[in-house]
Nanobody, 135 residues
């Protein structure tokens, strides 16, 4: 049974830091392409960061220089270190996995807003963890 379980969300003030974790099971994690997505209330889901088994990473412009993705294959986990957080980072953050190709992370249905529908090419999704940043 495939599982992706996020943790580490919470409430912090602007300028603070949080580290999200995503633990995976039930699929070949060390050959996968992982992604972190977020959806703020009333907004479309967006891809925040991606990391592949070969170490290649991707960051949205809005988080470059503040967020860092890392991967721990020994523990089937990926992490998202979030620094210098801003109120606009407030969202539910989801971890997702693609088994075949990194381009699966960016394929999206423009008319859809929620994460699983919008980024339909991702194979597996976690349930999300809430991040709230106060000003």
């Amino acid at each position: 049974q495939v599982q992706l379980v996020e943790s580490g969300g919470g409430s912090v003030k602007a300028g603070g830091s949080l580290r999200l974790s995503c633990r995976a099971s039930g699929f070949t994690f060390d050959l996968s392409h992982m992604g972190w997505y977020r959806q703020a209330p009333g907004n479309e889901c967006e891809l925040v960061s991606g990391i592949s088994f070969d170490g290649n990473t991707y960051y949205a412009d809005s988080v470059k220089g503040r967020f860092t993705s890392s991967q721990d294959n020994a523990n089937n986990a990926v992490y998202l270190q979030m620094n210098r957080l801003k109120p606009e980072d407030t969202a539910v953050y989801y971890c997702a996995a693609a088994e075949k190709a990194p381009r699966q992370r960016v394929r999206r249905a423009e008319k859809e807003s929620n994460c699983k529908s919008r980024y339909y090419a991702m194979d597996y999704w976690g349930k999300g963890t809430l991040v709230t940043i106060s000003s």
